[in-house]
């Protein structure tokens, strides 16, 4: 009953396009921001199945990759922080034995991508993209007062930017080719993956990964968050969303092999980006689950860099907080 209600909410969110979001949770390309044209209403999906390069590799480099050793875990909690999340309750789930990428995919790997292939993103067709209001020049902010998320005002819907341009244009990734790509839709991670004979992991995959044998703890190391008076994700530090002291070293991203990995070897499982899944959220196959948070999140508004949080964007969404990693199967 109570999957039910709120299927049928966010079923009506979607309906009356309502932008929600909190941190970028629910950002949604097809939601309407304020007056402005809809993406949807310009382009269609047409436009997105046109890759003629796009040859899926039958192999993958196993390089910065880790092997993930099958087993059953614990998957979820029973002391959830966002009940509508769905974060439990705890059950047993039993997984074989993949790869999984060490590090979020970088910009770096994703040029190489667009090199070879010509691939054209999603953010690119529709020509904008969500990002975080701090990372626009104040001057610039005025004219962007009819784009902001409706419930989420420090989101800006912004022209021009896109993976290469992740603060529109002008703005280049040439000093930041080992941050994770951002402003890459679930289509796009989804293209990529492919592309170099891999997949995205599944919402379990990556939940088992990021727990990396502990047993109900918060997060990738443990229970504490910063053990050792140290830092070991990149989150939010500050009063969110008008102060981030950065005192992790990092206002926005930061390079994917940044803060030490867990017992798996996987860098960043919690915070920098969230990470696309392939999992349907509610079995809505147009919004799919992201894992683990990211530089924007903080524990008095979207704690969600929690091995067991989640949430989830329509599938051509991107935002400035959103990247991906890849996995890949074990050959029998
Ligand atoms: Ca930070
Ligand atoms: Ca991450």
Redesign the pocket.
């Known amino acids: 009953m109570y999957l039910m209600f709120l299927y049928l909410t966010l079923t009506l969110l979607n309906i009356f396009n309502v932008c929600t979001g909190d941190c970028g949770c629910q950002l949604n390309r097809n939601a309407k921001c304020t007056n402005e044209e809809q993406p949807h209403d310009k382009y269609s999906q047409a436009l997105n199945d046109d890759d003629k390069n796009l040859k899926e590799r039958a192999d993958f480099d196993q390089t910065h990759m880790s092997l993930i050793e099958g087993a059953t875990f614990e998957m979820g909690t029973d002391k959830p922080v966002f009940e509508s999340d769905h974060e439990g309750p705890i059950r047993n789930i039993t997984v074989s034995s993949f790869y999984l990428d060490k590090y979020e995919v970088s910009n770096k790997q994703f040029s190489k991508f667009i090199e070879e292939t010509g691939y054209i993103t999603e953010a690119e067709k529709f020509g904008d993209s969500f990002i975080f209001e701090m990372l626009v020049p104040e001057s610039e902010r005025e004219q962007y007062k009819d784009f902001r998320a409706v419930q989420a005002p420090w989101w800006i819907k912004m022209k021009g930017v896109t993976w290469k341009h992740p603060e529109g244009e002008g703005s280049t990734i040439d000093d930041r080719l080992d941050h994770p790509v951002i402003h890459v839709s679930w289509n796009d991670a989804q293209k990529y993956c492919n592309f170099v004979g891999k997949r995205l992991p599944t919402e379990a995959e990556w939940e088992m990964s990021c727990r990396a044998g502990l047993k109900q703890k918060l997060y990738p190391w443990g229970n504490k968050l910063n053990p050792k008076d140290q830092h070991w994700a990149?989150?939010?530090?500050g009063d969110f969303p008008l102060t981030?002291t950065?005192e992790?070293g990092?206002?926005s991203t930061a390079p994917v092999d940044s803060f030490p990995p867990n017992k798996f070897g996987l860098h960043n499982m919690a915070g920098n980006v969230w990470e696309w899944t392939q999992d349907n959220w509610l079995n809505d196959p147009d919004a799919k689950v992201k894992k683990g948070g990211s530089?924007l999140c903080h524990e008095s508004y979207c704690w969600r860099y929690r091995c067991a949080a989640r949430s989830f964007n329509t599938k051509d969404s991107s935002a400035g907080n959103l990247g991906f990693r890849c996995a890949g199967d074990v050959k029998a």
Not at 234 to 237: E, V
């Open positions: 990149n989150i939010w530090q981030n950065a992790d990092y206002l530089y």
